[in-house]
C-alpha cells in the first residue's frame, strides 16, 4: 500500500516537473512529506538539511560584504574574493557529501521524485533577445553574409 502511495506521488511529481507548475522547487521543510523518509532515513535527512542551512546562511553574509570588498584596493579586493571562492568551494564540497549521504539512503522512488524537484532552474532568454552574431554563430536571416575573413577587393588601377 505505501509503495502504491509513494508511487502515485512519485508520477504526481513527475508530472508537474513538465509542466510550469513547478516553477520554484518546494520547501526544504517539504521534502520529508514528500518523499516519505522512513525513521531509518532522518538521520541523514538532518545532515542533509543541516549541510543546506549553513551554507544560505554563508551566502547571505557574503552578499553583505560587497561594501567592505568596494572600500579594498584592487589587488586586495582579489585576495579576498579568492578567499571567498576558496571558501565557498569547500562548502560546496561539503553539500555535495552530504547530498550523496542522504541520496543513498533513497529508495529508487524516492531518488527519481528527489530528482525531480531538486533540478535546477532553466532560464529562457528574454523575449526579443538575439545573440551577438558571429561567424560561428551566422544570422537566421536569408540574407547572404561574407565570410568572416574574406579578402578585401583589390582597388582598380
Known sequence: MRAVALSAVALMVLALAGSSALAQPPPMEALPEILHLELSQHPAWRLYKDSAAVDRAESARQGEQAEELNALPTPARLDALLHQMQKQQAAFQRQAEATRAFYAVLS????????????????????????????????????????????????ER
Open 108 to 155: 529508487p522512488e524516492q531518488r527519481t521524485i528527489f530528482d525531480q524537484v531538486t533540478r535546477l532552474p532553466v532560464r529562457s532568454p528574454p523575449q526579443g533577445y538575439r545573440p551577438q552574431q558571429s561567424r560561428y554563430n551566422p544570422p537566421t536571416s536569408s540574407l547572404p553574409v561574407p565570410p568572416a575573413y574574406a579578402p578585401l577587393p583589390t582597388p
